[in-house]
């Protein structure tokens, strides 16, 4: 909620100050509050503290989408914003991969303040290394008002279209990064290590292939047609349903890889088509607060939502399916993937009408 949440004003501010300045803040904070968990005494401290982590992160993807928007041109802002956006593969892959050797090596508390130090020690680098593109001081539209912005999209059907398709995809996404690991130890007999050898090979290959294809296809196609920002993931979605759902009844490690392959990359194809277009739909000294919209929407429904869903869907499966049903709830919940695409296809009828011409962004 926080996160969500928080992520509006601190957008807001960005857009009307410095969108570096307010990335740099929020990463010292998130960075304090991450170190200050390794230290914690009980599960009122964890919990307090991990809000503050919440808190500092609102304040960084948002500014950082609309500061890359402002560095690159059209025609290769989409790579841009997906090369940004490795950071979601790598970071689960890394979080899988090296996570089960931490915690079975080191104690937990140590993560968390070696994790937070070294956000610290960024902070000076990335200020000396990030800085804003020059803003003419006379243009009028650099102090923004938040009731100015939220009518402007509000009136675009592509961005409510796309925001809720991309929504039901993370839906999908976070629940299945969530329990997705369970399901595997449970098929195949795995224990930690093994599972996050599985897992996180899957995140890695697939999530960095499917991220870099998406922002290559989107510069390519979507440059001379718009409606492609949405086409793209619409498609990656009908693909990555069936996929995913053959993978996760698979009995044998040695088929579910290479099938579970191909949906991890194409259901997070969507990162450099979406984000780019919402770039598109507001000007300039607009672009935080809207990516931050769009990022409350995506995040209440599939943070909010998707972890919780599929386990309450397991716990009321559980009579018909016994041990099997946290398999059977991540499959039935694929359908969103579906109603994602549909919301996509229709958010190309009116994406290239809403995109604003180049000269005004």
Same mark, same amino acid.
């Given at each position: 909620?926080?996160?969500?949440?928080?992520?509006?004003?601190?957008?807001?501010?960005?857009?009307?100050?410095?969108?570096?300045?307010?990335?740099?803040?929020?990463?010292?904070?998130?960075?304090?509050?991450?170190?200050?968990?390794?230290?914690?005494?009980?599960?009122?401290?964890?919990?307090?503290?991990?809000?503050?982590?919440?808190?500092?992160?609102?304040?960084?993807?948002?500014?950082?989408?609309?500061?890359?928007?402002?560095?690159?041109?059209?025609?290769?802002?989409?790579?841009?914003?997906?090369?940004?956006?490795?950071?979601?593969?790598? @970071?689960?892959? #890394? &979080?899988?991969? =090296?996570?089960?050797?931490? *915690?079975? !090596?080191?104690?937990?508390?140590? /993560?968390? %303040?070696?994790?937070?130090?070294?956000?610290?020690?960024?902070?000076?680098?990335?200020?000396?290394?990030?800085?804003?593109?020059?803003?003419?001081?006379?243009?009028?539209?650099?102090?923004?008002?938040?009731?100015?912005?939220?009518?402007?999209?509000?009136?675009?059907?592509?961005?409510?279209?796309?925001?809720?398709?991309?929504?039901?995809?993370?839906?999908?996404?976070?629940?299945?990064?969530?329990?997705?690991?369970?399901?595997?130890?449970?098929?195949?007999?795995?224990?930690?290590?093994?599972?996050?050898?599985?897992?996180?090979?899957?995140?890695?290959?697939?999530?960095?292939? @499917?991220?870099? #294809? &998406?922002?290559? =296809?989107?510069?390519?196609? *979507?440059? !001379?047609?718009?409606?492609?920002? /949405?086409? %793209?993931?619409?498609?990656?979605?009908?693909?990555?349903?069936?996929?995913?759902?053959?993978?996760?009844?698979?009995?044998?490690?040695?088929?579910?890889?290479?099938?579970?392959?191909?949906?991890?990359?194409?259901?997070?194809?969507?990162?450099?088509?979406?984000?780019?277009?919402?770039?598109?739909?507001?000007?300039?000294?607009?672009?935080?607060?809207?990516?931050?919209?769009?990022?409350?929407?995506?995040?209440?429904?599939?943070?909010?939502?998707?972890?919780?869903?599929?386990?309450?869907?397991?716990?009321?499966?559980?009579?018909?399916?016994?041990?099997?049903?946290?398999?059977?709830?991540?499959?039935?919940?694929?359908?969103?993937?579906?109603?994602? *695409?549909?919301?996509?296809?229709?958010?190309?009828?009116? %994406?290239?009408?809403?995109?604003?011409?180049?000269?005004?962004?």
């Amino acid at each position: 909620m926080l996160y969500s949440l928080l992520a509006v004003p601190f957008a807001l501010l960005a857009d009307r100050t410095s969108r570096s300045g307010v990335i740099a803040v929020a990463l010292t904070i998130w960075s304090v509050f991450t170190a200050l968990c390794g230290i914690a005494t009980g599960f009122g401290q964890l919990f307090l503290f991990r809000l503050g982590v919440g808190v500092g992160e609102a304040g960084g993807v948002a500014p950082s989408y609309a500061l890359i928007a402002d560095y690159f041109p059209e025609g290769a802002r989409a790579r841009a914003l997906a090369i940004y956006s490795l950071g979601i593969p790598i @970071g689960l892959a #890394a &979080g899988t991969l =090296l996570g089960a050797y931490i *915690a079975a !090596a080191v104690e937990w508390r140590t /993560a968390f %303040l070696v994790v937070g130090i070294a956000g610290i020690v960024i902070v000076p680098l990335f200020r000396r290394g990030v800085r804003d593109l020059p803003r003419a001081p006379t243009d009028s539209a650099r102090r923004v008002p938040l009731r100015r912005v939220f009518p402007i999209i509000a009136r675009k059907p592509s961005f409510w279209l796309l925001a809720f398709a991309s929504s039901f995809s993370s839906l999908c996404g976070y629940g299945l990064a969530l329990w997705t690991p369970s399901v595997v130890m449970s098929n195949f007999g795995f224990d930690l290590v093994h599972t996050g050898q599985f897992f996180g090979s899957l995140l890695l290959v697939g999530g960095v292939a @499917g991220v870099l #294809a &998406g922002g290559w =296809l989107a510069d390519r196609f *979507a440059t !001379a047609d718009a409606r492609w920002y /949405a086409w %793209l993931p619409a498609i990656a979605w009908l693909v990555t349903a069936p996929t995913f759902a053959v993978g996760l009844l698979a009995h044998s490690p040695w088929v579910a890889w290479p099938v579970l392959l191909i949906p991890n990359a194409l259901n997070i194809l969507w990162l450099g088509p979406v984000t780019t277009a919402v770039q598109k739909l507001v000007p300039s000294p607009m672009r935080a607060t809207a990516s931050a919209s769009f990022l409350l929407i995506n995040n209440l429904i599939g943070l909010g939502i998707g972890p919780l869903l599929m386990g309450r869907m397991a716990d009321l499966m559980k009579a018909s399916y016994g041990t099997e049903a946290l398999r059977y709830a991540t499959v039935y919940c694929l359908g969103f993937y579906v109603l994602a *695409a549909l919301l996509a296809l229709l958010a190309a009828r009116s %994406l290239r009408r809403d995109i604003i011409p180049v000269e005004q962004g």
